[in-house]
């Protein structure tokens, strides 16, 4: 299974979604990847997103550069989770032939609300943002087994 992590500049949440997944998966048929439903070009990282990956995973993910999505990032996948319920709605609404695999990570995982954005924040934030989504990966990974 492809799973495509949407956030809104691939620069924080996705990438640290798409690491941790990558990380803690055991099921090597699972792969998860990430795009930003509205990247600036030529964005990077940010660098409290590495540092936090760099700590908590011990992964060097300091060199990523943001992915913008495209319609073939979206056939490619066979689960699309976004961060925000307004970006599963854009998203749905934008390729509303591939809206039965469009959903929230936490809405998928029946969870309420967003994932928090970090953007901007201390690392306290994004440490925050990272034990979010751990946490609701290791339910997803449950879920799809």
Do not use: W
């Not at 803690?24 to 964005?43: E, H, L, Q, R, T």
């Not at 992915?67 to 998203?91: A, E, G, P, R, V």
């Not at 994932?115 to 994004?126: A, K």
């Amino acid at each position: 299974m492809n799973i495509l992590f949407v956030c809104t500049g691939n620069t924080c949440r996705s990438p640290m979604a798409e690491v941790i997944f990558n990380s803690i998966n055991k099921n090597k048929n699972n792969k998860a990847f990430s795009a930003g439903a509205s990247v600036v070009p030529g964005s990077s990282i940010s660098l409290n997103s590495a540092l936090t990956i760099k700590d908590k995973l011990n992964k060097d993910i300091s060199n990523r550069k943001a992915q913008q999505l495209q319609l073939q990032h979206i056939i490619n996948s066979d689960l699309l989770l976004t961060m925000t319920d307004n970006i599963k709605l854009y998203l749905q609404r934008l390729y509303p032939q591939h809206k039965d695999k469009i959903y929230t990570l936490n809405e998928y995982i029946g969870e309420n609300g967003d994932i928090l954005d970090p953007y901007g924040g201390d690392i306290s934030i994004y440490e925050k943002t990272f034990d979010m989504l751990l946490n609701r990966i290791k339910k997803l990974i449950i879920k799809i087994k």
